[in-house]
């Protein structure tokens, strides 16, 4: 390992934990006191990146290499202003469902840090997860623009760019005929996956699993075996399913050295002594099993077995309808049968007709298959362990299936108008449906939920444990049309303290599915810039619905409200015909509105009114 190479990834370490441990010092969001100790140490790691990038730098002049950037093309410019500007496009998204769960535990541990390391282990298990890798990048985020999401997109925006340019730099190693420009496009294509683009506003561990083992497999092909260890490290502690990837990864690797070496079976298990790589791997496995530990002491856990009243959630059982379920999520949701499909061919022409064989490309590219690997593990893992069939926690697989797709495509393809037309091809499908639902097959297997438009979205649910159509409608970004519906009708109705909203279903089901007003978090109404927002100020005023259970109260005291506005939401629950039915005989009706979000959904309201 070079020496220089050494000190720029200890920088790199030391100057994450810097931003860290800095950011937490100087936000405003808490008020805990800052102890001598944990001043100590941010100076100290702040003294160690300086240290360690000064001497990356002066051993790079000292070999020569007068240049320390590289030079950035104008396609990349263009690719890279694109690639950030999409994703700006979602930051005015609020925290949803889960997405606001995870949110609101990250805002609870930022704001109850008590800067010493209990504290960090005690507050930053979000949602019950060993979630501390990925939680402290998210944190610095909260700590940097507190009482708002757009810090913690940032920071997701930050990484995902680093992914994007590490992706580049794996399709370069992997493919060394094709021109520069060429595996960008490629690398654009991969991230726009629907999962990948259109739930990138959707806060989630599910998304740093992925980020993380990009940032793995980037630096084991790099052989950056500190930075691999820092990797393997922070995936090892962002979700359980990141061991999972992890395991499928190491045994991967251990098969392929195992395999290649020569001499007998004792020669080649001392030769697997010698791999870093196997020892990072393993250590990171322990030190999942350290956190593990941590959390179950601090009775922090939430995650794991069990028998739920359905005998079928949380628990590892072979169900041969949710397996079923589960492999069309995998591979026939959000045109994944197309990149399927498109691996089975080239593995066909590879094996039976005149093209390059693709045991050169993975005999060359090792890394490449421990990235299959993990896929593998990951998909076999979600098949025996029964839970909700969540689409974003597929989001690993989705990433290595577009990776491997673009990989065997770029290389099997030998003519180049053919493989630009493929891969633009591909680029474009996954752009659309990004945001609209325009998969036919995805149309075809799946259950439709109505949103009132062109493009009914579906619902990955599973029968054996039926669950809210919230997260399970999650795959791509359309869902995000409901707060920009809520936000339009809040605003036609001129809402304030004195409007009553009426929403027809259940407590449970109208809160945490339709989610005006927030879940976990308190949403409130900003009359002067008309939407929804996380922090009370003197513009705002609290969001107060009436559910159905709530208004019955209120007719049995003879108090309900003489004026209100019903809405539904056929998404979540479709029951307006049953609303409008039993509020009939209390209230008039004017006309029905129909709030559209240009064709990815609609939400209706009515303007009741009581008699004096």
Same mark, same amino acid.
């Given at each position: 390992?070079?020496?220089?190479?050494?000190?720029?990834?200890?920088?790199?370490?030391?100057?994450?934990?810097?931003?860290?441990?800095?950011?937490?010092?100087?936000?405003?969001? =808490?008020?805990?006191?800052?102890?001598?100790?944990?001043?100590?140490?941010?100076?100290?790691?702040? @003294?160690?990146?300086?240290?360690?990038?000064?001497?990356?730098?002066?051993?790079?002049?000292?070999?020569?290499?007068?240049?320390?950037?590289?030079?950035?093309?104008?396609?990349?410019?263009?690719?890279?202003?694109?690639?950030?500007?999409?994703?700006?496009?979602?930051?005015?998204?609020?925290?949803?469902?889960?997405?606001?769960?995870?949110?609101?535990?990250?805002?609870?541990?930022?704001?109850?840090?008590?800067? #010493?390391?209990?504290?960090?282990?005690?507050?930053?298990?979000?949602?019950?997860?060993?979630?501390?890798?990925?939680?402290?990048?998210?944190?610095?985020?909260?700590?940097?623009?507190?009482?708002?999401?757009?810090?913690?997109?940032?920071? =997701?925006?930050?990484?995902?760019?680093?992914?994007?340019?590490?992706?580049?730099?794996?399709?370069?190693?992997?493919?060394?005929?094709?021109?520069?420009?060429?595996? *960008?496009?490629?690398?654009?294509?991969?991230?726009?996956?629907?999962?990948?683009?259109?739930?990138?506003?959707?806060?989630?561990?599910?998304?740093?699993?992925?980020?993380?083992?990009?940032?793995?497999?980037?630096?084991?092909?790099?052989?950056?075996?500190?930075?691999?260890?820092?990797?393997? *490290?922070?995936?090892?502690?962002?979700?359980?399913?990141?061991?999972?990837?992890?395991?499928?990864?190491?045994?991967?690797?251990?098969?392929?050295?195992?395999?290649?070496?020569?001499?007998?079976?004792?020669?080649?298990?001392?030769?697997? *002594?010698?791999?870093?790589?196997?020892? @990072?791997?393993?250590?990171?496995?322990?030190?999942?099993?350290?956190?593990?530990?941590?959390?179950?002491?601090?009775?922090?856990?939430?995650?794991?077995?069990?028998?739920?009243?359905?005998?079928?959630?949380?628990?590892?059982?072979?169900?041969?309808?949710?397996?079923?379920?589960?492999?069309?999520?995998?591979?026939?949701?959000?045109?994944?049968?197309?990149?399927?499909?498109?691996?089975?061919?080239?593995?066909?022409?590879?094996?039976?007709?005149?093209?390059?064989?693709?045991?050169?490309?993975?005999?060359?590219?090792?890394?490449?298959?421990?990235?299959?690997?993990?896929?593998?593990?990951?998909?076999?893992?979600?098949?025996?362990?029964?839970?909700?069939? =969540?689409?974003? !926690?597929?989001?690993?697989?989705?990433?290595?299936?577009?990776?491997?797709?673009?990989?065997?495509?770029?290389?099997?393809?030998?003519?180049?108008?053919?493989?630009? *037309?493929?891969?633009?091809?591909?680029?474009?499908?996954?752009?659309?449906?990004? !945001?609209?639902?325009?998969?036919?097959?995805?149309?075809?297997?799946?259950?439709?939920?109505?949103?009132?438009?062109?493009?009914?979205?579906?619902?990955?649910?599973?029968?054996?444990?039926?669950?809210?159509?919230?997260?399970?409608?999650?795959?791509?970004?359309?869902?995000? !049309?409901?707060?920009?519906? !809520?936000?339009?009708?809040?605003?036609?109705?001129?809402?304030?303290? =004195?409007?009553?909203?009426?929403?027809?279903?259940?407590?449970?089901?109208?809160?945490?599915?339709?989610?005006?007003?927030?879940?976990?978090?308190?949403?409130?109404? #900003?009359?002067?810039?008309?939407?929804?927002?996380?922090?009370?100020?003197?513009?705002?005023?609290?969001?107060?619905?009436?559910?159905?259970?709530?208004?019955?109260?209120?007719?049995?005291?003879?108090?309900?409200?003489?004026?209100?506005?019903?809405?539904?939401?056929?998404?979540?629950?479709?029951?307006?015909?049953?609303?409008?039915?039993?509020?009939?005989?209390?209230?008039?009706?004017?006309?029905?509105?129909?709030?559209?979000?240009?064709?990815?959904?609609?939400?209706?309201?009515?303007?009741?009114?009581?008699?004096?």
């Amino acid at each position: 390992m070079k020496q220089n190479a050494v000190w720029g990834q200890l920088a790199l370490v030391a100057g994450i934990l810097t931003a860290f441990c800095m950011t937490a010092l100087f936000t405003t969001c =808490n008020t805990n006191v800052r102890n001598a100790p944990y001043i100590a140490v941010s100076v100290m790691f702040a @003294i160690l990146c300086a240290v360690m990038l000064g001497l990356a730098v002066w051993n790079r002049l000292k070999q020569g290499k007068g240049k320390l950037a590289l030079p950035i093309d104008k396609a990349f410019l263009l690719v890279a202003i694109v690639f950030i500007v999409i994703r700006l496009a979602q930051f005015d998204t609020l925290p949803r469902w889960d997405s606001e769960t995870y949110f609101a535990a990250l805002r609870k541990a930022c704001e109850n840090y008590e800067y #010493d390391f209990p504290s960090l282990i005690n507050n930053f298990f979000l949602a019950g997860h060993v979630s501390l890798g990925y939680a402290l990048f998210l944190a610095m985020g909260y700590f940097i623009w507190p009482n708002a999401a757009q810090g913690v997109y940032a920071v =997701n925006l930050l990484l995902s760019f680093a992914g994007f340019c590490c992706t580049w730099g794996i399709l370069r190693h992997a493919i060394k005929r094709k021109t520069s420009l060429q595996l *960008l496009l490629a690398a654009f294509l991969i991230w726009c996956m629907p999962l990948t683009l259109g739930t990138f506003s959707g806060i989630s561990l599910d998304y740093g699993i992925m980020l993380f083992l990009v940032f793995l497999l980037y630096s084991h092909i790099k052989q950056q075996y500190l930075l691999m260890l820092f990797w393997a *490290l922070a995936l090892a502690t962002t979700k359980e399913t990141g061991v999972i990837c992890l395991a499928g990864y190491g045994v991967m690797c251990v098969l392929q050295k195992f395999l290649h070496q020569h001499g007998s079976f004792r020669d080649r298990g001392l030769a697997l *002594l010698k791999e870093k790589a196997m020892w @990072i791997l393993l250590g990171s496995g322990g030190a999942f099993l350290l956190m593990r530990a941590l959390q179950l002491l601090f009775g922090k856990s939430s995650w794991g077995t069990g028998i739920s009243k359905s005998g079928l959630h949380n628990v590892f059982k072979w169900q041969w309808d949710y397996v079923l379920l589960k492999l069309q999520t995998f591979f026939l949701l959000n045109f994944y049968w197309v990149l399927a499909l498109l691996i089975l061919y080239c593995v066909l022409a590879a094996a039976f007709g005149k093209k390059q064989r693709l045991r050169y490309l993975l005999l060359k590219n090792e890394e490449i298959c421990c990235a299959i690997g993990a896929a593998a593990a990951f998909i076999v893992f979600s098949c025996i362990y029964l839970t909700y069939n =969540n689409p974003r !926690y597929n989001v690993v697989v989705e990433y290595i299936l577009a990776l491997v797709c673009v990989i065997f495509v770029m290389w099997t393809i030998t003519e180049q108008t053919v493989c630009n *037309l493929v891969i633009g091809q591909l680029c474009v499908m996954m752009l659309v449906q990004s !945001y609209y639902t325009v998969d036919p097959v995805t149309k075809a297997v799946f259950p439709k939920v109505n949103t009132e438009s062109a493009f009914p979205m579906v619902t990955t649910g599973w029968s054996g444990y039926p669950s809210l159509q919230a997260d399970i409608t999650v795959y791509n970004n359309q869902y995000t !049309y409901l707060d920009k519906a !809520y936000d339009k009708i809040l605003s036609n109705i001129g809402y304030d303290e =004195n409007t009553v909203l009426i929403m027809w279903g259940s407590y449970e089901k109208g809160t945490r599915a339709a989610a005006i007003q927030g879940i976990r978090d308190t949403y409130y109404w #900003d009359k002067k810039q008309h939407k929804r927002v996380m922090e009370e100020s003197k513009n705002t005023c609290e969001i107060k619905v009436l559910y159905q259970t709530d208004f019955k109260e209120l007719l049995q005291q003879g108090n309900i409200p003489q004026r209100a506005v019903l809405i539904c939401t056929p998404h979540v629950l479709d029951n307006e015909w049953k609303a409008t039915s039993e509020l009939w005989q209390y209230y008039s009706f004017d006309s029905r509105h129909v709030v559209s979000v240009g064709e990815s959904g609609s939400v209706i309201y009515y303007r009741l009114y009581r008699e004096e």
